[in-house]
Every structure is written in C-alpha cells, then in structure tokens.
C-alpha cells in the first residue's frame, strides 16, 4: 500500500489565483477615478465651453485692435494746444516699451505669463487656498491674457459666469496672438489711474516723461498700479505707493530680473514725480467753437476715442497776447466802475489757523506749496490790519502789504465824476479786518520783505476778441470772455450785440457803391422822422456831440461818427440796399427794416461783423472764417480738407475807398489812440445807446481784428466808456504785439481809382492853384470833370 502510494503519481488540482495585494487595488482605482475624473472634467469643461462660449465676441477682432486714443488740437505751426479724451491713451509698440517695465509688470501680475496657455491653474489653485483661508476674496488667479480679455470684451463683474466666459476668451487669444502681442495690448489698454489708460499716458502723468524713458523703480511703481489705482496713487498715499512699488521691486529681485544691488538702490529711491495735470487746453473759447464742430461733423465716439489730428489756424503767440489783453484791459476797465465789496468775511480773533488752513485751501496751496506765490498772480486773502495809508493782509503762511496807491480806485460804484476816477483818500474808506478780498502779488518790498499786494476783484464786465487773416479767412485768435472757467459763453461767437457806430462802413460802403464819394456832401442838419406805422414814429436821431455841423463831407462824416449824416445817406440809397450790402459781406443776423441800422440798431456777432471788415482789407475779396485746415484720423489718412468760401461782395476800388475812410477814423477821428502804431491802420470804433456796448474793429493789411466790451445783462458800462475807451486798449495791447518785428506795409492801391483834386468844403473839383484843395479818391467812374492838373498820376497821398 505504502509501495502504491509512493508510486503512484498525484493528481493534479485546480490552482487557485492569489488575491489582489492593496497597493495593486488602490492603483487601479486610482487610476479609474484619475481617468474618471478626467472624463468628467472634460465633460464638464465641454458642456460650460459650448454653453458660454456661443455669445462671445470674436478674439479675431484684435487683428484690428484701436483702443479709444486721444484726438489732439494742434495750432497753425503744430504745436499741440488741447486734447479730447473719454480715456487718456497714448498707443506705444512694444519697441517703445523699456524691458524692465515689461518684467515688473510680469512680476506682480503674472509670472508665469510665458509658460502658461492664457490660464494659470497653478495661481487659480494658490489663490483658492489663499482665499479660503481669508474668509473672502483677497487674491485672484488672473493672468494677464484673462485681465486683457476682461477689460475689452467682458464686464467686471465678479461671479462665475464671467470668470469662466473669461477663461474661454484667454485660452481664444493664446491661439491666435502671440505672447509678446498679448503683453503690448495689455501695456496700452489698462487703467493706471488719474485718467491715464496704458503705459505712454501713465508715464507721462506720473513722471512727465516717455515710457521708454523710464527707470527700474519708476517702471515698478508704474506696475504695482493697476490692481488698485487709487489706492495706491503716490499723489495721494505716498506711503501706502512706495510699499507697494517695493514689493514690485522685491519681486523683480526673487525672479531674477534685477540684482540685489539694484533692487535696495531702487527701494531706497523716493519719487521723482511730475504734476497731474488736467485735459490740456490753452485756448478754451477757441478749443470749445472747434470742439462744437467736431462733434456736429462726426459725432460724439469719434471725438473723444478715434484719435482725430486736428489741424488748426490758430496762432499761440497772438492767442496767449490776446487772452493776456483781454484779462488785464478787463481789470483796468472793470475798476473804472467802482469797488463792489469783500468776498465775504472771516472771524480773524477766534481762530486764526482755521483762517490759516481755510485760506491755503481757497488758494490750491498746501503747506509746502508757497513757493508757487508768484508775480503776477491773484490769489485771496484775509485783512489783517488796516490803516489809513496801507493794508496788511494773510495769505496762508505768509503776508503782504497793499499800498493805498495800489486800491486807490477803491470807491464805492456810480461815484465817478465826469467819468473820471474818484480816488480814495484812506484805505479805511473801502476795507476792514476781516474782509476776504482778491489781490495781485506785484513782488518782494525791499523794507521787511512782504509781498507788495494790489486790491483786485473779478471784473462784471466782459469781452470778446477775434483776429483773422483777411487773405486766407484763418482765424489766429479768439477769446470769448475774461474767463472760461466763469462762463462757457462764446462773447465771439455766440453774443449777437448791437454793434453801433461799428455798422457805418457798411453803409457807406453801399453810398459808394450808388454813386456817392468821399468828397460828398450831406447836410448835417435836425431831421425828425414821422412814420406813423414805423416804430420810429417821431424819431430824431443826434449826433454824440449833441450838435449839427452843416455841409459834412463823407469823409467827415465817417472820420468822426456822425449819426444824422449816415442816417440821411441810408434815406438816400435805400435800407434795402445797406441790408443786401451786410448779406454780401457775410453778416446773416437778422437786420431790422429802417433806418436805424444806419446807426447800428440791429444785432450781430463780433465774428460776422469782423469778417464783414475783412473784405475791406483784402481788395474786396471776403473769405469766409476758417478755424480748421486739415484733419487726420488716428493712421495719419487725409478726412477733412478746408475749402475755403470766396466771394467778391464789393469791389477792389469800393474796398481801398471804404479803407481810406477808415485810415481818416485813426489818423484825425475816434480812433486817434492806434496811431501810436505808427503804421497804416484803418478802422472804426462803435458804442450804442446809454454805452452799453463798445467795439473797435481795426485792421492792416495782414490782420484783421475785432474787439468788443461791455455786460452779459446789458447793463450800461458807465459814463464815456466808448469804443475809444473800453474796446481799443485790448485791440491795441494785442495788435502791437503782432505787429512788432514785422515790416511796415501800406494797402494796396486798387486800379480802379484815381485821385482828383477837390475843395473840401462843396466836394467839387477844385480850381487850379486853390490853397485848400486835397487829393481825394475817387472811383475811377464816379470821377468829377477833371483836367491833367487835377490828376496825381502816381495814384500817391492817399489817406
């Protein structure tokens, strides 16, 4: 049995398979959940792709990526004189861009910008943890391409939907730009605070240089402003700016981009920086009447975000003159009416330094800003002291003295005699402690080194200035008012005031064109106009002086503004022919139907009756105003030429006889003060009713300029404020600056007079050898009977 057992061969059984060892079991599943969840995430991701992505916009859009840009103003030379922005952008290409504003931008917002596909699920991951561990939102897993995509396609809203619409539009533009195209678009479009959107404009807000100008700790504070501009502007938290452009620094360090020795110099740097200005605009009345047309031509987005290049007439050098002229003549003028009171009142004994801060605050000073009281300028201040021969008054930190030759003018309003200035006796008469007043810093007293003051206040009265080239129709200057930001009203444009004595060339101009001239003779004489339908039933026009002087010549007549005289030639020729005349020369206000237009009774703009004058000095040739030559969309392609509109309403013989006239009104008549110029001008002066409105509107052969002064609610200016007072000293203080350095030149003699002989008293031709006889111009049809004696071949003397 043992032997059978022992011999016989085992059966074989069935092998059983080992059991799973748990390394092996938690692999695999592993695994399965791994593959799983990959399943699921890019289900998921599938199904919030195709629902969210279907609305967006195209990213292929970019290819053409404009950014709204600044539209820039520029003068008659290309000097940029103003600037029209929704955003402050100023698009530079990554060449433009320095490398180290390139990393400490990469340093604070992404720096793994490079290496990641338009989303970091690594930052996504940090930042989850980060913000659960603060309870609430402080770090976001952004990167650059996300911030991009956000700030041109998507709102700022923070919820889920947006994020992920966010994400999709990233991973969009990773597809299709590259990185360094992403990076530039980013460094143009974001905010950097203070209005300045990308990287030029920020540069130039912060520092006042060019982005690529700029250094490692100027690019790092530039950087560390978009997560939060205004909180972090070093304007404002000078402190709270200079941690955070450390960071930046410190991390610019940690990656590498700079050294050690670089990043401690960089921290221990303070702030060089520029002052924030605001939208540039050095002639506002002129920059609003182009703003005005601008947006009428192309509408309000194309303004303000198309980056237009505006190409203008304007001419700073006679701009800055004629605001200049207009400011300190208005001063001058507006004291001649009297001294309307205090500002207001401050309580000195109780508490001077809330005088103290409350005056540095009404001024735009603060502490270390007292450097900027400069010659020149008026500021407000408190009176301190005052006695019978000067005043002491509180600027803030420091203090000035007034003079009583400085305020003299001082006297109570209406108290003028004859016009003349009523001057103050002690100073006590006008101010007392207390008084908040306005005053001119005129410089440093040698004896205790105050400031030497003059007591100012801000005029009531008003002005406009408009100056054009008669041969082109350009504008060179334009001022509405004494101050833009007081009122936005255009006095040059958009005031329609009765122009007064102003009006007569016109009338005289439509005399000449029927046959009168010069040497014309009209009765000066009482007339008395008894329409009974008119409005001007009984109507007796005077002349200025109150008296009559016979037999006047036309010459006469215009060279010393008399009112019966112009009134008898519009009977004669006709009121439909003198408002027909007006059309021709451009004036298209409305223009009453009678004869008291001879004297100025129908309202226009300084602009319509100063271009009128314009064919008076450009041979009878008018081109209509013009205030814009060119302009250019943001690729430098041509979209608007000036075509200028020319018309001949008169001709060059009527003009050079209406010039003549004009040279009389300066050389013998009421514009005798421009003679100081010493150089052929010719002009007219005006005043209505009650001195109301003064003008002076004057011209040489290159430049044309008008001038008007007087009160938004027409109330009168005062006693003797004439054209000749109030309107030609702006004309004159602007135009002798234009004038100098320039040589002197005489108008052109037209070919269609000649100059005849004649007794100035009948206007007849004069006898041979006649002592009182003067050379006349006459138009070279409308000539008296004349022999070769009477005849000045030369067409010389004119007046």
């Known amino acids: 049995m043992k032997k059978i057992l022992k011999n016989q061969r085992p059966q074989k059984t069935a092998s059983k398979k080992k059991p799973l060892s748990i390394k092996k079991l938690i692999l695999i599943s592993t695994l399965f959940l791994c593959l799983s969840g990959i399943f699921l995430a890019t289900l998921g ?68 910008f490079y290496y990641h596909f338009g989303i ?43 994020k992920i619409k966010e994400a999709i539009m990233a991973i969009r533009m990773e597809l299709i730009f590259s990185k360094d195209e992403i990076l530039e678009m980013y460094l143009n479009q974001i905010y950097y605070g203070h209005g300045s959107y990308g990287v030029e404009a920020a540069a130039r807000t912060y520092f006042a240089k060019h982005a690529k100008d700029l250094n490692v700790e100027e690019s790092a504070m530039l950087a560390s402003l978009p997560k939060a501009p205004n909180n972090y502007t070093p304007y404002r938290y000078p402190e709270r700016a200079k941690k955070r452009r450390n960071h930046a620094i410190r991390r610019m360090e940690h990656l590498g981009f700079i050294s050690t020795e670089e990043s401690k110099r960089a921290q221990n740097t303070g702030f060089n920086l520029g002052e924030v200005a605001d939208m540039l605009n050095k002639a506002p009345y002129f920059v609003e ?62 508490n001077p330094l809330a005088v103290k801060t409350t005056l540095l605050e009404l001024n735009g000073f603060q502490e270390q800003d007292d450097a900027r009281v400069e010659p020149g300028t008026i500021l407000k201040g408190a009176v301190l002291e005052v006695t019978d021969d000067d005043v002491l008054v509180g600027l803030g930190k420091e203090e000035g003295i007034i003079a009583l030759k400085d305020m003299d003018w001082a006297r109570k309003p209406n108290t003028n005699i004859d016009g003349r200035w009523a001057k103050i006796s002690s100073a006590r008469r006008a101010l007392s402690v207390g008084d908040l007043i306005l005053v001119k810093v005129r410089g440093r007293r040698d004896e205790d080194m105050k400031w030497s003051l003059s007591l100012e206040q ?116 006709g009121v439909s022919r003198a408002v027909q005349m007006a059309r021709d020369l451009g004036i298209n206000s409305n223009l009453e139907n009678n004869l008291s237009i001879a004297l100025g009774s129908s309202g226009m703009t300084l602009m319509e009756i100063t271009s009128a004058y ?36 008169i001709s060059s013989g009527m003009a050079y006889t209406i010039t003549s006239l004009m040279q009389s009104v300066v050389q013998d008549g009421t514009a ?118 009477n005849i000045d071949p030369l067409k010389e003397g004119a007046f």
């Open 45 to 112: 991701a599938g199904f919030l792709y195709f629902k969210y992505s279907k609305d967006l916009p195209d990213i292929r859009t970019l290819k053409s990526y404009q950014p709204s840009t600044i539209t820039k103003l520029f003068s008659d030379n290309d000097e940029l004189i103003a600037e029209f922005y929704v955003e402050k952008r100023i698009i530079v290409t990554k060449e433009q861009i320095p490398l180290q504003l390139k990393q400490a931008t990469l340093a604070v917002e992404d720096s793994n």
């Open 120 to 162: 970091d699920p690594k930052a996504i991951f940090r930042a989850m943890i980060t913000n659960f561990q603060a309870g609430h939102v402080v770090e976001g897993g952004s990167t650059i391409t996300q911030q991009l995509s956000k700030t041109l396609f998507l709102t700022s809203d923070r919820n889920f939907t947006r």
């Open 289 to 350: 009447y182009i703003r005005q047309f601008l947006q009428e031509t192309y509408g309000s987005k194309q303004l303000y975000n198309s980056g237009l290049k505006v190409y203008t007439t304007l001419n700073m050098d006679y701009q800055e003159t004629a605001q200049k002229a207009v400011r300190e003549n208005l001063q001058i003028t507006d004291k001649r009416y009297g001294y309307r009171g205090p500002l207001g009142k401050v309580d000195l004994p109780l």
């Open 458 to 573: 801000e005029p009531e009265v008003e002005a406009g200035l408009l100056s054009l080239e008669p041969g082109t129709g350009h504008i060179k200057a334009m001022v509405g008012g004494y101050s833009f930001s007081k009122s936005q009203f255009n006095r040059a444009v958009q005031a329609v005031r009765q122009p007064g004595s102003a009006f007569k060339p016109i009338i005289y101009a439509s005399a000449i064109a029927e046959g009168y001239s010069p040497a014309s003779i009209v009765i000066d004489s009482p007339i008395i106009f008894k329409e009974k339908e008119d409005a001007f039933d009984k109507w007796k026009p005077v002349n200025f002086e109150k008296k009559f002087y016979g037999p006047t010549s036309i010459r006469t007549a215009l060279t010393h503004s008399r009112n019966i005289v112009t009134v008898k030639l519009l009977q004669n020729i």
């Open 614 to 649: 314009s064919a008076f000095a450009n041979r009878g040739e008018r081109i209509s105003p013009i205030a814009v030559r060119l302009i250019e969309d943001r690729n430098g392609d041509l979209l608007y030429s000036a075509q200028p509109h020319v018309s001949q309403p």
């Open 672 to 789: 005798k003060k421009v003679k100081v110029l010493n150089r052929p001008v010719a002009g007219k002066t005006g005043t209505t009713n009650n001195n109301v409105d003064a003008w002076f509107i004057g011209f040489t052969p290159g430049v044309v300029t008008g001038v008007w002064v007087g009160k938004d609610n027409y109330e009168q200016l005062g006693k003797n404020e004439t054209g000749s007072r109030a309107a030609i000293p702006i004309w004159l203080q602007y135009m002798k600056h234009v004038l100098q350095g320039t040589p002197i030149q005489n108008f052109p003699v037209s070919d269609e007079v000649v100059f005849s002989k004649t007794n100035p008293v009948t206007g007849e031709k004069a006898n041979f050898g006649e002592s009182k006889a003067r050379f006349e111009v006459f138009i070279d049809d409308n000539v008296p009977e004349l022999d070769e004696a």
